[in-house]
């Protein structure tokens, strides 16, 4: 009988796991999915307060620091129609520090060229003052695999 009610709880706890894991992927792609409406938009003033002020995107153009990505998303270099996330996923590093990873499938165009269709991103969240803010954002192109 012990067996049965340990196993129980303990099938209730992945439960309540998995559960808070969803709810915390769903939070976070939520996020992302504000930045990049805002980024299509031009709305530079999203990012004023999205992002921590240390922080970095890097990109195949390099890092930018904070004042710089919202001087450059102020001018809307670039024509956002459509995007796709896929694969997302966030790995809470510890309460107040969240990692998120996705694929986003993309139509955009930048300076009149166009973008890679298919990149890999990340971003690192930190929790100041109670919101979760974007400390870190990385993306590179997806190209194919090299054979020999």
Not at 57 to 74: N, P, R, W
Not at 89 to 101: P, W
Not at 115 to 123: F, G, L, N, Q, R
């Amino acid at each position: 009988m012990k067996k049965v009610i340990l196993g129980l709880v303990f099938v209730l706890l992945s439960m309540v796991a998995a559960s808070a894991q969803t709810k915390d992927e769903a939070n976070f792609m939520a996020m992302e999915k504000q930045a990049w409406d805002a980024f299509g938009k031009g709305d530079s003033k999203f990012f004023e307060t999205f992002l921590t002020d240390e922080a970095m995107v890097g990109t195949d153009f390099g890092f930018s620091s904070k004042a710089q990505i919202v001087k450059d998303i102020g001018t809307k270099p670039c024509e956002l129609k459509s995007y796709v996330f896929n694969n997302f996923k966030v790995v809470m590093l510890d309460k107040n520090t969240a990692l998120a990873t996705y694929e986003a499938t993309q139509d955009t165009t930048c300076g009149g060229q166009k973008s890679p269709d298919k990149v890999i991103a990340s971003t690192v969240y930190v929790k100041r003052k109670g919101k979760w803010m974007g400390m870190l954002h990385q993306e590179s192109a997806v190209q194919p695999m090299p054979s020999k």
